[in-house]
């Protein structure tokens, strides 16, 4: 897939690159688990810390030829679980390290997507580019909700 295209500003707002440090030196602690998530195949995925099974949620129905975007997608599991399901998803992260792993996980996966290094505060296309959007973790938690929610 190759190297994640960075998109972001020349000059990253203070709580956007606060944010970028402390992802990337806590990248190493999500790969165990991210290894597992791109494992799970449709029908098997679950969501966050409490493993709530997409079967009973129903999150990822329907996406078959849908364009989608996840954002704060980390190691890119979420992503790989759209593709798998017929989407053409874009991952983007406001951490280098996580994109490493998603990057790699895409080669030894098979499945590739666009990876963008950024901020959910400032996606760099246009308005209506998705017909999907999800945030499993990443911008709900660390990114202003004025900013990336519109």
Request: charged residues 20%; aromatic residues 8%; contains cysteine.
């Amino acid at each position: 897939m190759g190297d994640p295209q960075d998109v972001s500003p020349a000059v990253l707002p203070e709580h956007v690159a606060l944010n970028r440090v402390s992802w990337d030196q806590h990248a190493p602690n999500m790969v165990a688990a991210g290894e597992r998530s791109w494992q799970q195949q449709p029908g098997e995925e679950t969501w966050g810390i409490y493993g709530f099974p997409e079967s009973e949620v129903h999150l990822l129905d329907d996406l078959d030829g849908l364009d989608a975007i996840e954002l704060g997608c980390g190691t890119g599991y979420v992503s790989a679980w759209m593709a798998r399901r017929g989407a053409r998803p874009v991952g983007l992260d406001n951490s280098a390290k996580q994109l490493e792993t998603a990057t790699r996980l895409q080669g030894e996966h098979g499945i590739e997507f666009p990876l963008l290094l950024g901020s959910a505060e400032e996606v760099p296309l246009p308005d209506a580019s998705f017909d999907f959007a999800i945030s499993e973790y990443g911008a709900v938690l660390w990114a202003d909700p004025d900013r990336w929610v519109p």
